[in-house]
């Protein structure tokens, strides 16, 4: 069996702050949708642009896997745990925020803008210790998948609280591949960072987001494309 | 207008605060902070409030105590907070108050 649903790039919610332009995939903020609330765990994916030197202050988060993933230029984080970090094109970066901790991000570039995605998924548990990883990913090989988070801490990429992996991948046109889920009761919510690709025969664009529950995703490129795929639980 | 009255419950007393003020931001909206499971169930027995907002830091038994004992004694409705911010925030209350 199998369904799907698809979130075209341009009816997600746009919040233009001036500094901040970002695109809601889900309700988010002012933005609400109640068809549009969550994919399974997925409850925030936002694709956010940042002005040169600007970003989000000092700002509080609670019993939620967050992660970060820039697209293009860097992201200073500094959090209440005493982490400091920058966070490149490249890598990835996951923070459980638990019991409660405050963070704040901000355009490492005094000018030029910085795009990323923001991915915020339910925990499996309430209430853990805060915590926070950054990885390099390595996406050279084009046409296969590579795993840049899982729940397993010994496995590639970060990990989280929840039974989620996630993978990225940069194709040749032409190029087909398949995805096999790691637990047959997740489904896989797969956004589409650049190029024109069909999944499960379904055509997709940039920015374009597809949530499919099925035993196995047949990926087509139509043009060279990158694509995120993230596998999550279906039940809240 | 009767505004609508919103139990907020999270231990992080920084967060809590936050919640509060982003609540009390919508007009049409007021909210209580409670720090622990005590200042709660206090609240609730000497206030009524139309819907109960679970933040960060309760006992498992405590949320459980608070979703299944008191708001069903009291036909409230409960939603668990996720986020700590404004994010999700506004759409946890519309959609507790609306059900959809």
């Known amino acids: 069996m199998e369904n799907f649903i698809i979130h075209k790039a341009a009816t997600r919610g746009v919040a233009n702050h001036g500094w901040l332009n970002s695109a809601h995939s889900f309700s988010f903020g002012s933005y609400y949708n109640p068809e549009r609330m969550n994919f399974g765990v997925l409850r925030v994916l936002n694709d956010d642009t940042v002005d040169g030197g600007r970003g989000f202050g000092d700002h ?118 398949t995805y096999q889920l790691n637990d047959k009761k997740n489904g896989v919510y797969a956004f589409i960072l650049s190029g024109n690709v069909t999944i499960n025969s379904q055509a997709l664009a940039p920015r374009d987001g597809m949530g499919i529950v099925a035993d196995s995703l047949t990926i087509k490129a139509g043009t060279d494309a990158e694509i995120l795929l993230m596998e999550v639980p279906m039940e809240v | 207008m009767k505004k609508i009255e919103i139990l907020a419950i999270c231990t992080h007393e920084g967060i809590l605060q936050t919640i509060n003020r982003l609540i009390n931001n919508n007009e049409l909206w007021n909210s209580t902070g409670a720090i622990d499971m005590q200042s709660a169930t206090e609240l609730l027995v000497n206030k009524d409030f139309d819907l109960i907002l679970i933040g960060s830091g309760l006992a498992v038994a405590d949320e459980y105590k608070l979703e299944t004992v008191l708001a069903a004694h009291k036909n409230i409705p409960v939603v668990k907070h996720y986020g700590g911010g404004s994010g999700l925030l506004f759409g946890e209350i519309y959609q507790a108050l609306t059900g959809k």
């Open chain 1, 60 to 177: 509080p988060h609670d019993n939620m896997e967050i992660i970060s993933i820039p697209l293009e230029g860097d992201l200073v984080h500094k959090d209440s745990m005493g982490n400091e970090a920058i966070i490149r094109k490249g890598e990835i970066q996951a923070m459980s925020a638990g019991t409660g901790i405050y963070h704040s991000e901000f355009n490492k570039d005094g000018s030029a803008p910085v795009k990323f995605l923001q991915i915020w998924l339910y925990p499996n548990k309430r209430n853990v210790t805060p915590r926070y990883d950054q990885v390099k990913i390595d996406t050279a090989e084009k046409n296969i998948f590579h795993q840049v988070l899982s729940p397993n801490a010994d496995d590639a990429g970060v990990w989280i609280h929840q039974n989620a992996w996630f993978n990225m991948g940069k194709f040749d046109a032409g190029a087909e591949t």
